[in-house]
């Protein structure tokens, strides 16, 4: 197979071939079972009798396994491969899923949870890099789409929970229909063959690593403080408006998904959107554009400006996550899946910490206090972003 395009600085028009909606696939499948948890937290509150933290410890299960895929993962893709990766990356999430479907206890359910992040990490690793080096000049707009496809996964699964809940199913069948979606994806990737990584200098000759610049640690910090933000709002979304704004839970579940369907029309306009400006510069209006899209999401006097909020918040986090990626692959230069391994361990660290941490605050000044805090990780998130363009000019 020979790749659409490799010119670093002169893109061709994006070729969307059976390896690229594999890729694609392969990270919505892994975007759906990690954004289902916000929408299924109230549910496993009520029906454990769980306090805002312990029930934290869902999604905080899913980045303690990223942050250990995140260290380890690299060397498993290097020497199994991608295809084997993104395989065993879906196996693994299906089955966690199952042991949440199954759980009696809420050990099993964070088990399950751990076994999600910790295994689906390896499609997190792969495909971004995969996709990189498949489009060449055309990385950044594939890994935007990606990720665009990959919220329309999210959406779906905030609207798989609300719909199964309403007509008596119950939320475990969202997780089952996930399932099912994993393994019809497993029997369309035996046929896709995907090129191997390239083998970066240092363990061609012999070196047990390299070393990744310090742009890429800005960006590193970048992706902590914008996926901080994103996984907060995606976790606490539905709890916010079922007891701050007085929905029932299950339109809650269901109207949470502005922020998903607004994350979907920004990363499905990332091509757009990159035609017109660079990516540094759509990442400052970005995090500009997100501070009061929030706060009308969270001072809103009614649901439909709540609404309107949530859906803008989306549309201004859309393009954070995965344009600070791509600016952080290119820096690693040879280094990408190592950058991405690294990545995703800033993923689960985010995921850990921040979302855990707006729950314990919650425990003791309410909800609605504890989300006020997530503006200020968007100014952080714009100092680092400014550090890291710096280190790379000089």
Known sequence: MTAPSISPSVPAPIRRDRLTWAAYLALAQFTFFLNIQGNIIPFLKDEF???????TLHPAAVAAGLIVSGLFGERLTRKYGRLWSVMVGLAGMALGALA??????????????FVMGAVGCLILIVVPTLLADWHGANRSVAIGEANGVSYVASLTAAMAVG???????????????????AGLLLLFLRGVPMP???????????????????????????????????????????EFLSRVKGVP????????????????????SSSLVLTRMTAARALYLSAIFTVPAFFLFWGAPGLTLAVIGLFA????????YPLTLTKAIVTAGPFGELATARASLASGLSILVIPWAIGALADHTGLSVAMSALPILIVAAMAFLFAGERAVRH
């Open 249 to 268: 839970v299950a339109s809650a579940a269901i109207t949470a998904g502005a922020f998903s369907l607004g994350m979907l029309v920004g990363r499905l």
């Open 49 to 55: 009798d769980l306090s805002y933290r312990v029930v």
């Open 196 to 238: 191997a990584a390239k083998t970066p200098p240092a363990i061609v000759d012999g070196a047990r690593g390299g070393r990744l610049p310090l742009a890429y640690w800005f960006y590193w910090l970048t992706i902590i403080a914008f996926v901080g933000v994103e996984q907060s709002v995606l976790v606490w979304a539905t």
């Open 313 to 320: 918040v989306g549309l201004g986090c859309a393009l954070q």
């Open 163 to 181: 719909l199964f809940v309403a007509i008596g199913f119950g939320w475990r069948a969202a997780l089952l229909f996930g399932v099912v979606l």
């Open 100 to 113: 949440i479907v199954v759980a009696p206890h809420p050990v099993v359910s964070i088990l399950g949870c």
